[in-house]
Every structure is written in structure tokens, then in C-alpha cells.
């Protein structure tokens, strides 16, 4: 077994468990959901492929539904944001490309570059899951101000993890 493979497994069982024990239960002000488990998809190696990737998403996704009692709608709404992840990061690729074997995190690439990759996907993953929880879109507003309120407290706390190196894997 591979160090970078028990890393892997340490990592998903890390953000799996916070996001259950911990996370589910911090709502702030009953708008603002945080859900740190979307930086495990993340924050996987750049070279990353998509199948894998979404397998991993999936199981995760699943895992997660289980402890919410949501039916596949964290499982849905991350292999979206996996499945879409290696897209993005080619569209926001630096003149100078990536580093092989790096992983986008904070350390690597500057908060800057950081924001710009995760908070559409955060969002993207939230307005997923939100809008199929309200079953469409007869409450947008309301669902809209919870999709906001979401994604900013959820990348802020996956930026806060990235700076006291609680939210890289290796």
C-alpha cells in the first residue's frame, strides 16, 4: 500500500467523520450550512482523473446522505462538482500550467488562484443540493440566500483549514 494511497484513505475518512460528528450539527443562524466534506473532492491531487474522482465522490456523497438521512442528495450534488472539477481547473490553468503531483491547495497556488477555484464549485455543489432539497424553484429567493450564506461559510472554513494545515492531505 502506497503512502500517498493510506493518505487518500486517512483524508476521506478525516472529512467524512468531521463533516458527521461535527460539522452537521454548526448552522449559523438557520441560513448558513457548513459542509467541509466538498474539500476532500477538492483538494485531491490536480492530475486526478474524472471516474475515479467521482467514484470517490459518490462513496463520499453516500456516506454523508446516510448520517443526513437525505437520500442521494450529497451524492448527487458531489459527483456534479467532480465530474466538473477537471473542467475547471483547465479553464483557470496559470500561463506556466501546474505542477505535476501538486494539489490545489492554498500553499501551492496562492489564496487568490484559491477562491477563484473553489468558490464556484462550492456554490455549484450548494445551489445542487439546496434547490433539489426545496424541490425546485419555488422558493429561490430563500433557497438563493441559503446557497449564498452556505457557500460563504463553507469556503471560509476550508480556508481556515488550509492556513493551520488541517486541510491538506499530505
Known sequence: MTREFLASVIGFLVYAL???MLFQELVLFRYAFCFVYVAYILLLPMETNSLPLMIL???LGLFV???YNSLGIHASSL????????????????????????APTVAANGLQWFMVYTIPLIFLHHAILFFTEAGGFGLFWFTMLK???STV???AMIIL?????????R
Open 79 to 102: 459527483v456534479v462538482v467532480a465530474y466538473l472539477r477537471n473542467y475547471w481547473l483547465g479553464v483557470i490553468t496559470p500561463q506556466g500550467g501546474y505542477d505535476t503531483g501538486s
Open 147 to 149: 446557497i449564498m450564506a
Open 161 to 169: 483549514f488550509q492556513y493551520f494545515g488541517g486541510g491538506s492531505r
Open 18 to 20: 468531521l463533516q458527521v
Open 153 to 155: 461559510f463553507t469556503s
Open 57 to 59: 465522490a459518490f462513496i
Open 65 to 67: 446522505d446516510m448520517f
